[in-house]
């Protein structure tokens, strides 16, 4: 089983991009210039939404888990055991829970705006 950190934090972007993606994707592509009768079809995914965030909290506990475990249960000479790595694991870490958690929450900030 794969013990890198980064996979779980890209499935956690690729879900909470889904999550938003009803509401915010719309919002995103109209304000790019992009317009068409098929961007109502993206509110399709609305009723998936609570599985996308589950799947997004369920990949950054597991990123979490894996990031912030004792340096004891690191391999000699991987990069769970380099203490500069760890700082940069755990940076990323936290800058894209809080991009996810902002793609999460999107739905309800963008109604609140319109």
Do not use: H
Request: charge should be positive; charged fraction near 15%; include cysteine.
């Amino acid at each position: 089983m794969d013990k890198s950190p980064s996979t779980p934090l890209i499935g956690g972007m690729i879900a909470a991009i889904g999550a938003s993606l009803c509401c915010a994707g719309p919002l995103i592509l109209l304000l790019l210039g992009v317009s068409g009768s098929w961007i109502s079809n993206l509110t399709m995914l609305e009723p998936y939404r609570p599985v996308f965030i589950i799947v997004v909290i369920a990949a950054f506990i597991l990123a979490a888990r894996r990031i912030y475990r004792p340096i004891d249960e690191c391999k000699g000479g991987s990069v769970c055991a380099i203490p500069e790595a760890r700082r940069r694991q755990k940076m990323l870490l936290w800058i894209t829970s809080i991009v996810a958690l902002i793609l999460v929450v999107s739905p309800y900030w963008i109604t609140a705006l319109a």
